[in-house]
């Protein structure tokens, strides 16, 4: 009788070390995130709509209810030609959830180009006209 209680006490231990680490874990959303930075170009000075996930939607259903909740936006942003712009956040899941929008109005093509980078590797890069979207999934 003496084994069976010693290993159910070495399981309950074992038991409570996941429970400590998965509590620690999820009380530090960072320890297992991703470092994704967005990055923004046009060829004309402009002011434009930048809009980015900024935070990880526990589902596709909290975003769809309270997509500003997640989702940065950034109205009538100047950029001058030429420049870039860089938003830097952290993602647990950026394979799911990075993207990045920009669009302005001007009477030529501002060329947009966007970029999302995770974690240093370059994984989207897009070119568009007066608009760009740059994501790791299909919306």
């Known amino acids: 009788m003496r084994i069976p209680t010693t290993v159910g006490a070495a399981l309950a231990v074992a038991a409570a070390g ?8 999820a009380a530090d959303p960072e320890a297992g995130g991703h470092e994704v930075t967005y990055t923004i170009t046009t060829t ?11 935070t990880d939607p526990p589902s596709m259903d909290a975003y769809n209810a309270e997509p500003d909740k997640y989702l940065k936006t950034l109205y009538r942003t100047p950029i001058t030609g030429g420049q870039t712009l860089v938003y830097t956040t952290t993602l647990a ?7 990045i ?6 009477r030529i093509n501002p060329e947009f180009r966007c970029e999302i980078a995770v974690d240093g590797e ?4 897009e070119q568009g006209g007066s ?6 999934r299909p919306w």
Not at 93 to 99: E, F, N, R, T, V
Not at 122 to 125: A, E, G, Y
């Open 18 to 25: 996941v429970a400590v680490s998965q509590a620690a874990a």
């Open 44 to 54: 004309s000075d402009l002011h434009g709509d930048i809009r980015y996930i900024e």
């Open 93 to 99: 899941d950026p394979g799911q959830w990075a993207l």
């Open 101 to 106: 929008t920009a669009s302005g109005g001007l």
């Open 122 to 125: 370059v994984v989207v890069s």
């Open 131 to 136: 608009g760009v979207t740059c994501s790791t």
